[in-house]
């Protein structure tokens, strides 16, 4: 679920805001691992994130809208802990579904 980037984001502090931010605008926040490989301390994953927007999130009002975005990360493993990790979630899937912007007309 990474939103930040850069170097302001670093370390395990951040990352538990960022999920404490989640799970006040999604109370109901669930996180299923549909894929986990790993080889030597590298992994790869891609997760399913769903949840009902009841909170405000980043300054956008509830909208009492379900989500459910795929995510996808690679990270390192060291001493049985991930230690760094770069990927995130559908970004633009989530914010659509939850009619913050405006879905894709057909063409």
Same mark, same amino acid.
């Given at each position: 679920?990474?939103?930040?980037?850069?170097?302001?984001?670093?370390?395990?502090?951040?990352?538990?805001?960022?999920?404490?931010?989640?799970?006040?605008?999604?109370?109901?926040?669930?996180?299923?691992?549909?894929?986990?490989?790993?080889?030597?301390?590298?992994?790869?994953?891609?997760?399913?994130?769903?949840?009902?927007?009841?909170?405000?999130?980043?300054?956008?009002?509830?909208? !009492?809208?379900? *989500?459910?975005?795929?995510?996808?990360?690679? $990270?390192? #493993?060291?001493?049985? +802990?991930?230690?760094?990790?770069?990927? !995130?979630?559908? *970004?633009?899937?989530?914010?659509?579904?939850? $009619?913050? #912007?405006?879905?894709? +007309?057909?063409?």
């Amino acid at each position: 679920m990474l939103i930040a980037r850069g170097e302001g984001f670093r370390g395990v502090e951040p990352f538990r805001q960022q999920v404490a931010t989640f799970r006040a605008a999604f109370p109901d926040l669930r996180v299923t691992i549909e894929d986990l490989l790993i080889d030597g301390d590298r992994f790869a994953s891609r997760t399913t994130v769903t949840g009902t927007h009841t909170g405000d999130l980043m300054g956008m009002p509830a909208t !009492g809208k379900h *989500m459910s975005v795929e995510a996808a990360d690679i $990270g390192r #493993i060291e001493n049985g +802990q991930a230690k760094e990790r770069w990927g !995130g979630l559908n *970004m633009y899937s989530m914010l659509t579904q939850l $009619g913050v #912007i405006p879905a894709p +007309q057909p063409s």
